[in-house]
């Protein structure tokens, strides 16, 4: 596509339910990256994906979260035993191999209720 | 650990003034600065990208220095229109390829 397109754009889950948001990368972009960003505050990097394996998944807050990319397109963020404190926007960002040039998504924005 | 700071956190200005965002970080080994562009509801927009060898990079009215002794980045805007109100953050690039941002500037240009 012609950007990283990222679904559901809303989501609202119960606290303690699991939930899955999906990241499309920019065709031909190797690197694929999830950030997340609370209200009035800067993105926080969660992980980074080169090809089908996590290069660095340092920021991921808590056994709670993780993620895939298993054919080293689209990428999957699974949020289990959801919290009233996971409530954020999601970003996913793609660019292309050795490229510090990023593009990001507009986002899913997650409620825990 | 890296720390970037925005201040301030909003400004409001008549159009067509030129102003002043400014970014400071606390670790100077960086491999790159970045100002991006965040409108409301939508993802981030890279404006500048300023490598760690270099000292500023232009695009059209906007201006990024980057002093990496002192820790600190400019984003110059001139001739401010109201299309430029938006969030404008900047993103330190380290050793490994995540970035580290700042809270952000929400700039609102009054027509």
């Known amino acids: 596509g012609a950007g990283v397109s990222q679904t559901p754009s809303n989501k609202v889950t119960e606290k303690g339910k699991y939930v899955e948001l999906r990241c499309d990368p920019i065709s031909g972009h190797t690197a694929l990256y999830w950030y997340r960003q609370s209200l009035g505050q800067g993105p926080e990097f969660l992980i980074y994906f080169q090809g089908t394996g996590a290069a660095d998944d340092s920021g991921l807050p808590n056994d709670r979260f993780f993620a895939v990319r298993p054919e080293g397109s689209v990428s999957t963020l699974k949020i289990q035993r959801t919290e009233r404190g996971d409530s954020a926007v999601y970003l996913c960002?793609?660019?292309?191999?050795?490229?510090?040039?990023?593009?990001f998504g507009e986002g899913s924005w997650l409620t825990v209720v | 650990k890296q720390e970037v700071t925005q201040i301030p956190a909003a400004l409001s200005v008549p159009e067509g003034e030129n102003l002043v965002l400014n970014c400071s970080f606390t670790d100077s080994a960086i491999y790159n600065l970045q100002w991006f562009r965040q409108d409301p509801g939508k993802g981030l927009t890279s404006l500048l990208l300023i490598q760690s060898s270099q000292r500023e990079q232009t695009s059209g009215r906007l201006n990024a220095s980057l002093d990496k002794s002192s820790g600190r980045s400019t984003l110059y805007i001139a001739a401010s229109q109201p299309g430029d109100s938006a969030t404008y953050l900047c993103?330190?690039?380290?050793?490994?390829?995540?970035?580290?941002f700042g809270s952000g500037t929400q700039l609102t240009v009054l027509p």
């Open positions: 993103a330190l690039g380290g050793s490994a390829r995540q970035l580290t």
């Open positions: 960002a793609s660019s292309l191999s050795g490229s510090d040039t990023i593009y």
